[in-house]
């Protein structure tokens, strides 16, 4: 009965979206860049709806981290633990709160629900391209900027900063592993002692 509700709940909410998109693209015009934002929103949106229906999941070669990534160098560099520290200090926090590992949360559907939210930011980046292109293409130079600016703050960042926690989770498990493997393997060798006295 609950999925029952969340579909007709998701259904509802297209309906809005969909009313609401062409009614904005008429207020605005398809130049403006709030009209971008609109249709960026209305897909992360619709994917926060969703949530109780389905997690997005990122193709094998996005998922995997590079060696590289490991070091986390370049999130360094590009100010990605600041922009988590913003996001989790200030109310932004609350438009995704299922990212955050809270007490005793699992984290592994957080590590799910953190893996879904970075592929909505990507698919919402790549909805957002053709926009950007067909700005460029017409000169509205206005447009480019701000579509440029919202892509860069609105997807981008939200995107490494999630990729970025995950690694750190997976550092986190690693490192909680090797050290339980360790404890194994002191016990045992602990109860070998043991045995030979």
Do not use: D
């Not at 995704?96 to 893996?115: C, T």
Request: include cysteine; proline fraction near 5%.
């Amino acid at each position: 009965m609950k999925k029952l509700w969340n579909i007709v709940v998701l259904l509802a909410v297209v309906t809005v979206f969909a009313t609401s998109l062409a009614f904005f693209r008429r207020a605005v015009g398809l130049p403006s860049p709030w009209f971008g934002l609109m249709i960026m929103g209305t897909f992360l949106g619709f994917i926060a709806f969703a949530r109780p229906l389905f997690c997005l999941r990122l193709p094998e070669f996005l998922r995997t981290e590079r060696e590289w990534e490991m070091k986390g160098r370049l999130y360094r560099a590009l100010s990605v633990p600041a922009f988590g520290a913003i996001l989790r200090r200030t109310p932004l926090r609350y438009l995704n709160p299922l990212v955050y590992l809270k007490g005793n949360s699992n984290s592994i559907a957080v590590q799910a629900q953190i893996e879904s939210a970075e592929a909505a930011h990507i698919v919402a980046a790549a909805l957002l391209m053709p926009y950007l292109v067909y700005a460029c293409v017409q000169g509205w130079w206005t447009s480019v900027a701000w579509l440029t600016v919202l892509q860069i703050g609105g997807n981008l960042y939200p995107i490494l900063h999630l990729r970025w926690v995950r690694l750190r989770i997976k550092r986190f498990h690693l490192k909680a592993l090797s050290a339980q493997k360790a404890f194994e393997h002191s016990g045992q060798a602990w109860s070998k002692a043991r045995l030979l006295e």
